[in-house]
């Protein structure tokens, strides 16, 4: 069992960078997944990005390659999302999550544990 708290959302301007973090508080082996999904009012929750655990191997959805970075700090159990040039869209409660999977998934269903959420405002 895997406890997930997501830190670091905020209120940013267009342009601007944040970073998001994920705490993994439970044990997390090296096969699982790892991933960021955001969720904006009246959508569905929508894939951001995905690392495995112990390769760090990377995955983005199309709208935020060459923005954002996925990446693993293994040492302190966390998931962060560096945020670059930040625009209106991206606006969106962010939801990490984790999974026993051997392969990189983007459907949510997928995913066994989910952090509570993190909302990123961005202004234009």
């Known amino acids: 069992q895997v406890q997930l708290v997501e830190s670091g959302g905020g209120v940013v301007q267009a342009g601007g960078s944040r970073r998001l973090s994920c705490a993994a508080s439970?044990?997390?082996?090296?096969?699982?997944?790892m991933g960021w999904f955001r969720q904006a009012p009246g959508t569905d929750r929508e894939f951001v990005a995905a690392s495995r655990w112990s390769s760090g191997t990377t995955s983005y959805t199309d709208s935020v390659k060459g923005r954002f970075t996925v990446s693993t700090n293994n040492a302190k159990n966390a998931l962060i999302l560096q945020m670059n040039n930040l625009k209106p869209e991206d606006t969106a409660v962010y939801y990490c999550a984790a999974g026993m999977l051997s392969y990189t998934s983007s459907r949510p269903n997928d995913y066994n544990y989910w952090g509570q959420g993190t909302q990123v405002t961005v202004s234009s």
């Open positions: 439970g044990p997390v082996f090296s096969r699982y997944r």
